[in-house]
């Protein structure tokens, strides 16, 4: 599959681009600065450009199967509209190209699963540090759920550095008395790989974490 990720610097997409190509799909990551990423796999096209720049986004999706938005935030803690922006650029550039398969990585703190990442998330790291970025992936859900693309919004818990051995992933979509505390970011970037080639989570918006 012709696999285009945005984000493929960030601490996701670090796990992303090999992990992709070791399930054999031939990925194309669109960066700032491609020194940033060095092409060291035959399966990896780098493209320099801006995720704002409809013309450098449009150029990245043609001919691509499947899109993976796993754009991370650079300030915490500030008003922001990177992701809707940037979302919206995608959105219009993937309905030019005829482009259908979305997976789009938000977090816990987007949309209803505000409230779910337990205390010291939801009063300390959501309130004072967050919130801003979440107000603006909140509006990002909105376009992609507006959308005729088939969508999947991932949305995982905490980042940690590494797997928790023993630790069962879980997965949810009711979020009734749920709370998801922590997921590594190589098993983030795993989830996310599977949702490209699958239609479990389909226009769903699923919270993962341990």
């Given at each position: 599959m012709?696999?285009?990720?945005l984000?493929?610097?960030g ?5 992303l681009?090999?992990?992709a190509?070791?399930?054999g799909?031939?990925v194309?990551a ?8 060095p092409?060291?796999?035959p399966q990896l ?9 409809s013309?450098d986004v449009?150029d990245a999706?043609r001919f691509q199967d ?10 915490m ?6 992701f809707s ?12 190209q005829g482009?259908?398969?979305?997976v789009?990585?938000t977090?816990?703190?987007a949309?209803d ?8 998330y939801?009063q300390i ?6 919130k801003p970025i ?6 990002q859900?909105?376009?992609i759920?507006?959308s005729d693309?088939?969508?999947t919004?991932?949305?995982?818990a905490?980042?940690t550095?590494?797997?928790?051995p023993?630790?069962k992933?879980?997965v949810f979509?009711?979020?009734r008395?749920v709370t ?5 970011r ?5 989830f996310?790989l599977?949702q490209v080639?699958?239609d ?8 993962v974490g341990?």
């Open positions: 012709n696999l285009l990720i984000g493929a610097t601490s996701i997409g670090r796990h681009v090999p992990q190509i070791d399930k799909h031939q194309t669109l960066v700032r600065d491609p020194a940033n990423l092409a060291t796999y096209r780098v493209l320099g450009g801006d995720a704002l720049n013309r449009d999706v499947a899109v993976i938005y796993a754009i991370g935030a650079d300030q803690g500030k008003p922001t509209t990177l922006d940037s979302t919206r650029i995608l959105l219009e550039a993937m309905t030019r482009v259908r398969r979305l789009a990585i977090g816990i703190g949309g699963s505000k409230g779910h990442g337990g205390f010291f939801d790291i959501y309130r004072f540090f967050t979440y107000e603006d992936k909140d509006r859900e909105e376009l759920r507006s693309l088939d969508w919004i991932v949305r995982p905490s980042f550095d590494r797997s928790q023993g630790a992933l879980r979509t009711d979020l008395g998801v505390k922590s997921i590594s190589a098993d983030t970037a795993a996310v599977e080639t699958s479990r989570w389909l226009r769903q918006a699923p919270l341990y």
